[in-house]
T-cell receptor, first 113, second 112 residues
Framework: NAGVTQTPKFRVLKTGQSMTLLCAQD?????MYWYRQDPGMGLRLIHY???????AKGEVPDGYNVSRLKKQNFLLGLESAAPSQTSVYFC????????????FGEGSRLTVL | GDSVTQMEGPVTLSEEAFLTINCTYT??????LFWYVQYPGEGLQLLLK?????DKGSNKGFEATYRKETTSFHLEKGSVQVSDSAVYFC???????????FGDGTTLTVKP
């Protein structure tokens, strides 16, 4: 039972490089989210999607782009990485509505030098 | 906008001690409330939840009651174990697109 799977788990980039984080879920959830976790700052929402083909901005969207071409996948892209984007990134999914809990992946640790 | 304020950490307790982690929230609607736990090197996982006022969520000896009058959802456990050492996040999920808002997290360390 895979749940939510993130790849890669670790990545080191140089400033200005681009990369894509992939999130896949096998629970047929409509909603998917990308968060970043930084020390002492909890989780901050980057972008989210309420269904295939839809995306919306969260709290800290600048410098990131996302796509949801298939219901089970949610991609997070960094077009030109900056040191401020060094963080641990978590993908999550949930059922629709406001009562369903989030199911999280194990996280992707990104370091930008 | 919505916000969640958690008791600042870190919290260090001896095994079998009583645990309380305070959580208060601000929301415009009628959110659902959650406690998530994050063990070292892992993602967050649901610990318990409550979806309406006066509901009590419980799991693994942890409890929290949704108090609308005080806008609180404090986490309690009567007797903590070393294995409870983790980071605990309080969160709310509002009625607008199901977005969740998290507190900053409270690190709990339980010593034998």
């Amino acid at each position: 039972n895979a749940g939510v799977t993130q790849t890669p788990k670790f990545r080191v980039l140089k400033t200005g490089q681009s990369m894509t984080l992939l999130c896949a879920q096998d629970m047929n959830h409509e909603y998917m989210y990308w968060y970043r976790q930084d020390p002492g700052m909890g989780l901050r929402l980057i972008h989210y999607s309420v269904g295939e083909g839809t995306t919306a901005k969260g709290e800290v969207p600048d410098g990131y782009n996302v796509s949801r071409l298939k219901k089970q996948n949610f991609l997070l892209g960094l077009e030109s990485a900056a040191p401020s984007q060094t963080s641990v990134y978590f993908c999550a999914s949930s059922e629709g509505g406001y009562t369903g809990e989030l199911f999280f992946g194990e996280g992707s640790r990104l370091t930008v030098l | 906008g919505d916000s969640v304020t958690q008791m600042e950490g870190p919290v260090t307790l001896s095994e079998e001690a009583f645990l309380t982690i305070n959580c208060t929230y601000t929301a415009t609607g009628y959110p659902s409330l959650f406690w998530y736990v994050q063990y070292p090197g892992e993602g967050l996982q649901l610990l318990l939840k409550a979806t309406k006022a006066d509901d009590k969520g419980s799991n693994k000896g942890f409890e929290a009651t949704y108090r609308k009058e005080t806008t609180s959802f404090h986490l309690e456990k009567g007797s903590v174990q070393v294995s409870d050492s983790a980071v605990y996040f309080c969160a709310l999920k509002d009625t607008n697109a199901g977005k969740s808002t998290f507190g900053d997290g409270t690190t709990l360390t339980v010593k034998p």
